[in-house]
Every structure is written in C-alpha cells, then in structure tokens.
C-alpha cells in the first residue's frame, strides 16, 4: 500500500484519471459490438495494457531508454522477419501469427522510435552529431520495412512525429520544407506503387469506379445515432461496416452512443493532449521535452486521423483509435506511450 501511494503521489493524476476513461470507453463499446470472444479479449488486453502502463509510470529515464533500445532492436527483427513468412491479411504482412494471438511489431515500435529519436536528437544537441546520424539510419531502415509491408499510414505518422521532434528540437523552416516535400514524396510514390493505396485515394476523391461503401456506411451510423444515439448494442450498421471495432470503432460510438459520447471521447482526447502540453512548458530537459512532445503527438494525430477516417473528411487509413479501438498490439503500444508519458512527467524523476 506504502508503494502504490508513493506512486499515485508521484504521478499526474489528472492525467492518469483521463487515460483510464479513455480505455473504459473502449470498454463499453466493446460490449456494445455483441462479439462475446472480442469481448473478453478486449477486457484482457484492457487489463494487462493498464497494468503495463502502471508499471512503465513508475521507471527511471534511464530504465525508458533501455527498454526502448532494446525493444526497438527486436521489432525490427520481426518486422523483417514477417516479411518473409507467409500470413498476410488483405495483402499486407503485418502481423506475426502466435497461436491463436497476432502481434504487429510496426504499431508497437512507435513510442519506443519517439524515446530513441528524443535521446539522439537531445545528444546532438551537445554537439554530439554522431547520434542524429545513427538516428536517420534507423529512421530509413523503420520506414523502408514498413512500406514494404505495406502501410502508408503507419509511414506518415512516424514521419510526423520525427518531424515534429526535429521541430520541437529547434528545425530550421528549410528542414521543415524539405519535410514536407518528404511526406509528398512517400505519399505520391506509394499512390502508384501500390493498388490499395490508390484505390483508396480515388475512392475518396470520388474517381471512376471509386467504392465510398465503409465511409457511407460510417456518416449513416453518425446520422441514425443522432444525440444519445439507438442504445448500447441496438446499433444494426456495425455489423455492416468493415473493421466496425477497430478503424471505425468512432462510428459504431456515433450510432449507438450519439453525438454526446463521441463528444465526450473527443473532450478527453483534447485534455490529455493539453495537459501534456502545459506539462512539457514546465520541463527543462531538452530530452524530456522532446520525448514527451513526440509522445503527445503520435497519440493526437492517430487519433485525429481515426476520426476524420470515420467522418469521411480524409481518405480512409487503416488506423485505430488510441485506447478505444480493439487490438491487442493497438492497446500495448498505447500502454507504452502513456506510460513513458506519465514516467517522464513523474515528480520522482525529475531530478
């Protein structure tokens, strides 16, 4: 008990509160999807991703590095590996198959590439250029592994966020210019690289032979749910939309829940990323402040990029909503995102 007081007495609170109502309103739209085996599995990744962050809270920035170096070292390796092995699903190799569990090494290595650009880019700042070169070489090889997959927006969003680090860091306007013109770059090359791409590029600019079925369906939930929407598992529409509990979970909230709760699951999301930020201003490290801007950020925009996915503002991505969606890999890699978040704000490290 002595432990856990210390703890909660070291750690942002608010922050910690906010996170958790996060992950229970994942909870509630999983029992309103009325898969009784995603159910249980949702609770279980909910319960373990909880205790992960818990423990993560609580670890020196010396202990976040380590794990981070190491795990990122080994998520490349299965990354690679899965290249190789011959489990694909909608012509993508992603995940590795263990037993009846899949785990997508690419949506776990994300807040471990934030804490591993934070510290590179932060040594480069004492002049230390050795680091920022190293750095790119992993960037090259994390992107190149995962277009091979492929996934352009898992690309785009590690971009964003290194970009934005590289931002945070101190980047001259020409950098950020020639950042942009990166991403135009990944972007225009993989719209003629790859089918699914392009179709769903077309489909939302509403090209011949386009397909707007998952984004029609998505904005006819929002409108059926109205402002308190039908009713936890009176929805009919998720049973129709492609990946309801996953990349269009927001949509199956809008129908069945309404416009109140998805507002209150948008309130949420803009708290913790406010409070981060006010967070971040008060923090002098400059790895501190780059790690936990970088963190902030790959949470706000995958989350900003789920949700204009499902109100058919953006072509559709392929991409969960942070601690909401279902997914074991999606609710692990949160886990480590708040949990770094919430170690590098602890009070007890801040010496």
Request: proline content about 2%.
């Amino acid at each position: 008990m002595k432990y856990l007081q210390i703890w909660w007495d070291s750690i942002d609170r608010l922050n910690f509160i906010l996170i958790i109502a996060l992950g229970f309103t994942g909870l509630i739209l999983s029992f309103s999807i009325n898969e009784i085996f995603s159910i249980n599995r949702h609770s279980i990744f909910f319960l373990i991703s909880s205790l992960l962050l818990i423990f993560l809270s609580n670890i020196n920035d010396k202990n976040i590095r380590r794990i981070s170096f190491l795990g990122f070292i080994l998520l490349l390796i299965l990354m690679l590996l899965i290249l190789f092995l011959d489990y694909e699903v909608k012509g993508a190799k992603r995940w590795l198959q263990i037993f009846n569990f899949t785990l997508q090494p690419s949506e776990i290595i994300k807040p471990l590439f934030v804490i591993i650009s934070a510290w590179c880019i932060s040594k480069s700042i004492e002049e230390k250029n050795y680091y920022l070169s190293t750095l790119f070489i992993f960037f090259i090889i994390l992107l190149s592994l995962i277009l091979m997959q492929p996934d352009l927006g898992m690309t785009v969003l590690i971009s964003l966020t290194f970009f934005c680090q590289l931002f945070v860091a101190g980047l001259s306007i020409y950098l950020v210019v020639i950042a942009f013109i990166f991403i135009i770059f990944i972007g225009t090359f993989s719209y003629f690289i790859f089918d699914h791409v392009q179709y769903r590029i077309n489909s939302f600019l509403g090209g011949g032979g386009s397909d707007t079925y998952q984004i029609d369906l998505s904005l006819l939930a929002f409108k059926n749910g109205g402002l308190l929407g039908k009713g936890p598992g009176q929805g009919i529409l998720k049973e129709k939309i492609p990946d309801a509990k996953t990349d269009f979970i927001f949509a199956v909230a809008g129908e069945e829940l309404g416009f109140i709760f998805c507002f209150i699951i948008i309130i949420i999301i803009l708290s913790i990323i406010i409070r981060t930020l006010l967070k971040v201003l008060k923090i002098e490290n400059p790895y501190k402040i780059i790690a936990a801007s970088g963190l902030i950020c790959s949470f706000g925009l995958q989350s900003l990029i789920n949700i204009f996915s499902a109100l058919g503002l953006i072509p559709t991505k392929g991409m969960t909503l942070p601690f909401v969606s279902y997914g074991g890999s999606s609710m692990i890699s949160i886990a480590f995102l708040f949990g770094f978040l919430l170690a590098l704000t602890n009070k007890n490290n801040e010496n």
